[in-house]
């Protein structure tokens, strides 16, 4: 059993930065595979950036390569989302996800552990 719960998300201006964390709780934390989802207003929820269990693999969506980085620290089980670059289409609620295995994915559906979200604006 995983309970997730994110922090970090706040208003900034375009091109700013923010940094989201997500805290975990079980002992098997290092064996789930770890990412970030986000939902704007009246769209689903879609894959942000994913990493594998042990941190060594990571993924992202092609609308935040290179301006997000997603990491996670196993000791503290914790899991962080920097983001830089922003835009106001990234203003979203963001959610941490947890899944049972090796390797992240894509699908809303294969996680079965959510945190409750953190509101990211970002204005223009």
């Known amino acids: 059993q995983v309970s997730l719960v994110e922090s970090g998300g706040g208003l900034v201006q375009a091109g700013g930065s923010l940094r989201l964390s997500c805290a975990a709780s079980g002992r098997t934390f290092s064996s789930h595979s770890m990412a970030w989802f986000r939902q704007a207003p009246g769209k689903e929820r879609e894959f942000v950036a994913g990493i594998m269990y042990n941190g060594v693999d990571t993924y992202y969506a092609d609308s935040v390569k290179g301006r997000f980085t997603i990491s996670r620290d196993n000791a503290k089980n914790m899991m962080y989302l920097q983001m830089n670059s922003l835009k106001p289409e990234d203003t979203a609620i963001y959610y941490c996800?947890?899944?049972?295995?090796?390797?992240?994915?894509?699908?809303?559906?294969?996680?079965?552990?959510w945190g409750q979200g953190t509101q990211v604006t970002v204005s223009s």
């Open positions: 996800a947890a899944r049972i295995g090796w390797n992240a994915s894509r699908r809303v559906g294969e996680y079965g552990y």
